[in-house]
Structure formats: C-alpha cells, structure tokens
C-alpha cells in the first residue's frame, strides 16, 4: 500500500543520503559512484562530471580528511505518483588527521523521480 511504498522511499532516501554524505579523501569518490544506479540520468552525468573535476584536483597524498554523515529527522515534503521531495536533517562529523572530530548540522534535499516504477533521485541539493 502507499504507507510501505511511502516507507521504503523514505528508507532508500536516508540510505542515499547517508552514503553521499560519507567520504574520505581517500575513498576517490565511491560513495557517489556506488550511488549512480539510484540516480537518473540527468544527475548521473552532472555527478560524473563533479567526480571527474574533483578527481583532478584532489591531492591524494594529502593528509587524511574524512566526513560521516548520519540522517538525525526526515520530512517528505510532498509526493505524487511522478515525485517525492524529502527535507533530511543530517549530523556530520568531519575527521581530520589529528584526530580532531568537528560536528555539524546540515540539510540535504532529495528530490525523487518516479520513471517506469522505479523511484530514482533526480536533485541532491546541501542547504
């Protein structure tokens, strides 16, 4: 029914977010790259080309930096047969090299697309 289906995007939502917002600059991007099969076309290319660019800006012998994100509080903001659009609130803790966590709090909107049945993430947008 729709609470299951509201419920198992709201899942895919968190899930999505938790990963994208989980690197380390050594991880050479695979949070975003495991992410491509869950986005649509549109996002995958703009993706692809933000990991391209990166790619060729990262120092990979810098020190080690790296960020978790967990999902605190989700809100759909609205949701039809064709979209979902979710508000999450994020704690994310960034490591540095001394070992030193900063913790701070940030908003990721997901907005989803509904193309042959499949739910897929069509914008990724940090406040």
């Known amino acids: 029914g729709i609470a299951e289906q509201n419920a198992g995007l709201e899942q895919a939502a968190r899930a999505f977010a938790e990963r994208l917002g989980s690197y380390s600059n050594q991880s050479n991007f695979e949070n975003i790259e495991s992410l491509y099969a869950f986005m649509t076309d549109r996002l995958r290319s703009?993706?692809?080309a933000f990991v391209a660019t990166q790619r060729r800006a990262t120092d990979s012998s810098a020190p080690y930096q790296g960020v978790t994100?967990?999902?605190v509080a989700i809100t759909l903001n609205f949701k039809n047969n064709r979209e979902a659009e979710f508000?999450?609130?994020t704690q994310r803790s960034e490591t540095q090299v001394a070992g030193i966590a900063k913790v701070y709090y940030q908003e990721l909107v997901l907005a989803f697309q509904n193309a042959?049945?499949?739910w897929k993430v069509n914008?990724?947008?940090w406040k």
């Open 69 to 71: 994100t967990r999902v």
């Open 46 to 48: 703009t993706m692809q």
């Open 116 to 118: 042959q049945g499949q």
């Open 87 to 89: 508000t999450l609130a």
């Open 123 to 125: 914008e990724a947008t």
